[in-house]
C-alpha cells in the first residue's frame, strides 16, 4: 500500500489545571492538592489515506476534537508523533512544517463564533491563500469568488458581513476557507451540529460533491452516528480518549463488536414506523480525571467479565481493518442485541 | 377515544413592532389526549416554539395571543389571570425549555430551586420535598442525587444541567409536559435516558407530551402523532407511523428525505428558506420551495383536509386516497 497521507502514532494528550499562584506555591510546602492531570487522547493510533473520510463518534468528553485539534497541528500532542505524508511534522524544517501544517485545515462545529464578526466574506474565505502566497493580493476578489463559488455562495456574498447570513451560509464561508488553499486533508469537527436537518443535508451533499470533485481527505469528527454513517469511509470510535474500535463504515455498522460500540447504535434515533422502546447504557460517563480501571467501559458493560476489571484490553485485529478493543470472543455477547430487536413494539395506528 | 386534556383551538400569535405585524403562529388547533406523546417538527423559525408558550400563556409584549383559546380543565390558558396561572404552571403543565443555563437559577443551589417547586403547589413538609426531589434526580439518571442536592448549576456538566431541568417538570406528576427541544445539546447516550422516562411517565402516570424537535427521527421512536408545521401553519398532521411511510405534504416528504439514514445514497435537499412571516400568503406558503407545486397553488390557499387526527393542508397531497 502506499504512503498515507496522515499518520497519527501513539498520540497522547494530557491537560494539567492551570494553577495559580497560591496553589503553586502550597504544592512546593507539600500542603496542597496534588496536580490533577487529565487524560484527553490516550494513545491513539490512526491513519488516513488520501481522498479517504475517516469518521471519529463518540460521546462529550471523549477526546474527539482534542484529537482533530492535534491532527491539524493546533494543539501540540503530549506524547506522540504526527505524520504527514511520511514525514513527522515535528522534526521538519521550519518552512516545511510550515507548508505541511497549511495543507491541514480545519470547519469548526459553531458558525456563529468561528467567523470574525467585523471582517467581511470575501477577507474571510482568502485571506490565507494571500498570506502563504498562493494567491497575488491582485487577484484576491477574483479567487474569492471563485472559492465561494465552489461551496454554492454567491458572488454578491462577498462584501457582506456574517451577521447577514444564515447558518448554513456561514458553515459554506467555514468550509470555503477551508478550501481555498488547496489543502490534503480537512477536519470537519462537529460541522453539521448546530444545523437544521434540511441545512445539514445541503451541508452533506456539498461535502459529497466536493470530494468528488477535488482529491482532499477529511476527518469527520461527530456524534451523530447517521451522519458519520452517511460520509465516512471508515469510522473509529472513541471512549474516554482511547479508541474502542474501528472498521471500515460498511463492517462497523453490520458487524459491530465492541459493547459500546453496540449500545451506541441501539441509542441513535432512526427513521422507523415503529415506536421505540429506549434502553439507555447503565451509569454515567465516568469523569476522566479518574478513569475507570482496566478497560473504561466496564462498569457500564453488559458483558462485563472479572478480568475486564483490571486487564486493559488491547486493539486487536477481526478483520481487514477492523479492530476492537475487547476482551469478548467474536460472537460472545450478541444476544444483546436479539433482546433490543426484541424490546421494539409495533406502534397501534 | 378519551376526553381530550388540552384542547386548542385557532391559536394565532403575533409580534409587533414599527406598526408591522408578524403573524407566527398561524390558526393552530389541535387536540392533546391523556398518555399521548405529539411531536411538533419543522425547520427553525417555522412557529413551533413560540406556539409551545403560547400554550402557557408566557408569551411577553410585543409577542401576544393575538386569538383563538387553549381550554385546560374547562378554563382558557389564554385568558386567566396570572394568580390563576401560577397554580397551572410547572404544576399540572410543565415546560421544559431548551437552554438549560437560562432555566436555572445560577445563585441557588439545585435542591433549593427544585424543592421550591415541590413546596410552592403541594402542601407538604420539607422533608417530603427533599425526598421527591431526590427521587426525580434518579429517574432521570443523576448519580448519588442526595449528595448533589447542595451543588450549584455551574458545578453539573451542560447534559447535567438539562437532566436537571427536566427532572424539575417531573416534580409535580403534571398533567402535561411542553417540551422545547430539550435533548439536541444531549448526547445520544443521555438522550435515551431521558426518552425512557418521558415514555415511562406517559405509559404509567398517563402524562401528555408535546414534544417539540426539528429532528424527525427522534420523534419517529418517541411520538405517537406528530404534527408538522410551516410557516406558522399546521400543514400535516397523523399518527407517527402514517406520516413515515405515506406522508401526504410536499413538505414533510422532504423534511424526512433530509435525514441520512441507512442505506440512502442522496439526501434530499430542499432549496430557499421559509417565508417572511410579516405579511399574508396569496397561496400555499410552502409553493415557492415546493417540488411539486402547480401554478394553482401560488394562487390559492389550501385548506386542512382529512379527518380530525390526519389531515394535511396541500392542494395535491402526496398519498392517492387523501386527493379529492
Known sequence: ?349 | MAEPILSVSGLCTEVVSDERVARIVRDVSFDLYPGEILGVVGESGCGKSMMGFALLNLLDPPARVASGSVSYAGQDITKLPHEDLRGIRGNRIAMIFQDPMVSLNPVLTIGEQMMEAVLAHQNVSREEAKARTVEVLEMVGIPKPAERLKAYPHEFSGGMRQRVVIATAFLNQPDIIIADEPTTALDVTIQAQILAEVQKMAAQNGTAVIWISHDMSLLSGLADRVMVMYAGQIVESGSTASIIEQPNHPYTRALMGAIPVPGRKKLEILRGFPPNLLGEFTGCAFAPRCPVARDHCEVERPELRGTELSHARCHYPLQEGARS
Open chain 1, 1 to 349: 500500500m502506499s504512503m498515507p497521507l496522515l499518520e497519527l502514532c501513539n498520540i497522547s494528550r494530557i491537560f494539567t489545571r492551570n494553577d495559580g499562584v497560591f496553589d503553586k506555591l502550597a504544592r512546593r510546602l507539600a500542603i496542597g492538592r496534588p496536580l490533577e492531570n487529565l487524560v484527553a487522547v490516550d494513545n491513539v493510533s490512526m491513519v488516513v489515506n488520501r481522498g479517504e473520510t475517516v469518521g471519529i463518534v463518540g460521546e462529550s468528553g471523549c477526546g474527539k476534537s482534542t484529537l482533530g485539534r492535534v491532527a491539524v497541528q493546533l494543539l501540540a500532542p503530549t506524547s506522540g508523533k504526527v505524520c504527514f505524508e511520511g514525514k513527522d511534522i515535528a522534526t521538519l524544517p521550519a518552512e516545511e512544517a510550515r507548508r505541511a501544517r497549511f495543507k491541514l485545515q480545519m470547519v469548526f462545529q459553531n458558525p456563529y463564533t468561528s467567523l470574525n464578526p467585523r471582517r467581511r466574506v470575501g477577507e474571510t474565505v482568502i485571506e490565507a491563500a494571500v498570506a502563504h502566497g498562493l494567491v497575488a493580493k491582485a487577484d484576491a476578489r477574483d479567487a474569492a469568488i471563485e472559492a465561494m463559488g465552489r461551496v454554492g455562495l454567491k458572488p454578491d456574498f462577498i462584501d457582506r458581513f456574517p451577521h447577514a447570513l444564515s447558518g448554513g451560509q456561514r458553515q459554506r464561508v467555514g468550509i470555503a476557507r477551508a478550501l481555498a488553499v488547496d489543502p490534503a486533508c480537512v477536519v470537519f469537527d462537529e460541522a453539521v451540529a448546530a444545523l437544521d436537518v434540511s441545512i445539514q443535508a445541503q451541508i452533506l451533499e456539498l461535502l459529497v460533491e466536493l470530494r468528488q470533485n477535488s482529491s482532499f481527505a477529511s476527518v469527520f469528527i461527530s456524534h451523530d452516528l447517521n451522519v458519520v454513517r452517511y460520509i465516512a469511509d471508515r469510522v473509529v470510535i472513541l471512549y474516554l480518549g482511547r479508541v474502542v474500535e474501528t472498521a471500515s463504515t460498511a463492517t462497523l455498522f453490520d458487524n459491530p463488536h465492541h459493547p459500546y460500540s453496540r449500545a451506541l447504535m441501539a441509542e441513535a434515533p432512526q427513521l422507523k414506523a415503529q415506536k421505540k422502546t429506549f434502553t439507555p447504557i447503565v451509569g454515567e460517563l465516568p469523569s476522566p480525571l479518574s478513569p475507570p480501571s482496566g478497560c473504561q467501559f466496564h462498569p457500564r458493560c453488559p458483558h462485563a467479565m472479572p478480568r475486564c476489571k483490571t486487564d486493559q484490553p488491547m486493539l486487536r485485529q477481526l478483520g481487514d481493518r477492523h479492530f476492537s478493543a475487547c476482551h469478548l470472543e467474536v460472537g460472545q455477547g450478541e444476544e444483546g442485541r436479539i433482546e433490543e430487536a426484541g424490546k421494539r413494539k409495533v406502534v397501534q395506528a
